[in-house]
Every structure is written in structure tokens, then in C-alpha cells.
């Protein structure tokens, strides 16, 4: 099973800001096979990067993804308002398919 | 527009069961695979179950497996996951998702409540 280890797991910022969020994968994933999802309470996640790097449709281009390998990014240029979520890497490149652990990014 | 809308949550005792079902329109639903991933309280996101877009591949987290059964009817454009002999740890938020093994998860259902107590 591929364990994907998200850091750090709560990010204080503030709006405007820059987000620096990292997920390690257990083992090398396909770049293809790389996500990354939004939630917010109450709502289910909303797919923000796949393949790594490529913005989702609607998706602002504050949010960026980056890495390879074992080792990917995803990036939030400044904050908004409405930034403030749990964020969930993912990849589905072999079964079982897994979730990180989520990082948290609260208002500071 | 996608949308997936699931049905079939509720209350159920320990060793009970329920079918969860899942409405798909606004794609070609047979043409997908297709998961359920659930979310328990407070906690993060748990892949359950695939199938592939004919419904002869599945797959199943050892927490599920033996217990939950995961089918489609690509007629009816319906998704659907058995649940049997569910247990208090299998109380969660369920979520239907259009993508899974090697295809990018890129919608959701809104989430349906399973509750598993006495």
C-alpha cells in the first residue's frame, strides 16, 4: 500500500499569504496519478490539481502543484478568504488507492 | 453538468445493512470507473470500493472487504454499494466519485449519512 504523509498538519497563515503544502509518498507514484482536493465543512472535496501539476476546470491560478516521484507540492500563491480548507493529496497509480492524512490551513 | 446523487443512508443497527445507491447524469456513465469513499466523523477520506466502467473489475479496502459488495447498472446509469454486517466503525459520510484506479477523481456526490449504532 502506498501511505502518502501530508505536512505539516495544521498551516497558520494569513490572508495573502503564500501556502506551501508537501505530501511524501511511501513509495514512487506516476505523476499522472497525483491529486489534490479541497474541502470545506460540510461539503464534499472539490478536485483542485491532477497529474501533479494541471489545474482542474474553475480552478484559480493561485493554486499550482508541483513534484515527482515521491515527493509533490502543492502551492497557494496568496491566500484568499475562502482558501481557508483542509486540503487531501491523493493517488489512485496502484491499489489500494489512498488519501493523505490532510493538512489543515486555518486562518493565523 | 455531472452530478451524482446519492440515497439510502440512514440508522442501522450492528450486524445490519444497508444499499446505498448512487444516481449518476451529465456524462457517460458507462464509460467511467466509478468509487464510493467514505469520511468518518471528523476524519479523513477512506477509498471503499471501486469498479471499472463494465462492472466485471472491483476492488475493496481490507476494512470492507467480504462485507460490502459494489455493483452498477449502466442501464439505469446507478452506482451502488451493499453494505452488510456493518459495524459501528463503518459510521461515516459515503461518497459517490466518478474516477478511480488510474483515472483522476474529478466529481463527487454530496455524501449520504451512514450511522451504525444500537
Known amino acids: 500500500e502506498i501511505v502518502l504523509t501530508q505536512s505539516p498538519g495544521t498551516l497558520s497563515l494569513s490572508p495573502g499569504e503564500r501556502a506551501t503544502l508537501s505530501c511524501r509518498a511511501s513509495?514512487?507514484?506516476?505523476?499522472?496519478?497525483l491529486a489534490w482536493y479541497q474541502q470545506k465543512p460540510g461539503q464534499a472535496p472539490r478536485l483542485l490539481i491532477y497529474g501533479a501539476s494541471g489545474r482542474a476546470t474553475g480552478i484559480p491560478d493561485r493554486f499550482s502543484g508541483s513534484g515527482s516521484g515521491t515527493d509533490f507540492t502543492l502551492t497557494i500563491s496568496r491566500l484568499e478568504p475562502e482558501d481557508f480548507a483542509v486540503y487531501y493529496c491523493h493517488q489512485c497509480d496502484s491499489l489500494p488507492i489512498t488519501f493523505g492524512q490532510g493538512t489543515r490551513v486555518e486562518i493565523k | 453538468e455531472v452530478q451524482l446523487v446519492e440515497s439510502g443512508g440512514g440508522l442501522v443497527q450492528p450486524g445490519g445493512s444497508l444499499r446505498l445507491s448512487c444516481a449518476a447524469s451529465?456524462?457517460?456513465?458507462?464509460?467511467?470507473?466509478m468509487s464510493w469513499v467514505r469520511q468518518a466523523p471528523g476524519k479523513g477520506l477512506e477509498r471503499v470500493s471501486g469498479?471499472?466502467?463494465?462492472?466485471?473489475?472491483?476492488s475493496y479496502a481490507d476494512s470492507v472487504k467480504g462485507r460490502f459488495t459494489i455493483s452498477r447498472d449502466n442501464s439505469k446509469n446507478t452506482l451502488y454499494l451493499q453494505m452488510n454486517s456493518l459495524r459501528a466503525e463503518d459510521t461515516a459520510v459515503y461518497y459517490c466519485a466518478k474516477g478511480g484506479l488510474r483515472v483522476v477523481t474529478d466529481h463527487w456526490g454530496q455524501g449520504i449519512l451512514v450511522t451504525v449504532t444500537s
Open positions: 513509495q514512487s507514484i506516476s505523476s499522472s496519478y
Open positions: 469498479i471499472g466502467d463494465s462492472g466485471t473489475a472491483t
Open positions: 451529465g456524462f457517460t456513465f458507462s464509460s467511467y470507473t
